[in-house]
């Protein structure tokens, strides 16, 4: 059984669109989050929730809104896309607000053309 | 916030050499130091993982040592194969952020 699943792998589309990717954790764990991986590969958290209750907000466009509808479950919708938002995301659990062993999804893959 | 500087950025072993990948941190607070191993085209998964009030930590061929002192740590493989081949990152725990904050990564190649 998966872990941390997040749907879809790869999302390929234009700018100006809306598009969401979802996650979901059945780890048990309290702590969710959503991270950006550039191409130059590097990691940078975006969001964390525990709980539902959102509590890591980084500089991100307000484009970018989660929404945790129970403690299982990220997802991450993107409006207006565009070409600099291409990146891998990857949504990650964790028990408790400590954030320690972070345990990732396998990403998606988000181009912008 | 914490700031995490990592080097190498690329690292070239031959099978059977050691590679050193190292860290520096800047929150003097910060309390826990994972390291992430990432395959092409995979998730990042941790390996290893030392806390502050530990200077070393060892698990079969990979060790980690911490220096709470000058705020680096540094993530050791001996007996090098090529399966070690992967994207290691560091990171840090940011206690006013309640954040990991990573590395900037090492590409580390093991020739066979």
């Known amino acids: 059984d998966t872990a941390v699943s997040q749907t879809p792998k790869y999302l390929v589309t234009q700018m100006g669109n809306d598009k969401s990717i979802k996650c979901e954790q059945n780890l048990g764990h309290d702590t969710m989050y959503w991270y950006k991986q550039d191409s130059k590969k590097f990691l940078k958290i975006m969001f964390s929730y525990n709980n539902k209750e959102l509590i890591i907000n980084e500089t991100v466009p307000n484009r970018f809104s989660p929404k945790s509808p129970d403690k299982a479950h990220l997802n991450l919708h993107i409006n207006s896309l565009e070409l600099g938002d291409s990146a891998v995301y990857f949504c990650a659990s964790s028990q408790g607000i400590t954030n320690e062993k972070l345990f990732f999804g396998s990403g998606t893959q988000l181009s912008v053309l | 916030g914490e700031n995490v500087e990592q080097h190498p950025s690329t690292l070239s072993v031959q099978e059977g050499d050691s590679a050193v990948i190292k860290c520096t941190y800047s929150d003097s607070a910060s309390n826990y130091f994972p390291w992430y191993k990432q395959e092409l085209g995979k998730r990042p998964q941790l390996i290893i993982d030392?806390?502050?009030?530990?200077g070393e930590k060892k698990d079969q061929r990979i060790a980690v040592t911490l220096n709470k002192t000058a705020k680096h740590f540094s993530l050791h493989i001996t007996e090098t194969q090529p399966e070690d081949s992967a994207v290691y990152f560091c990171?840090?725990?940011?206690?006013?952020?309640?954040?990991?904050?990573f590395g900037s990564g090492t590409r580390l190649q093991v020739q066979p």
């Open positions: 990171a840090a725990r940011d206690t006013g952020r309640r954040a990991l904050t």
């Open positions: 030392i806390r502050s009030n530990v």
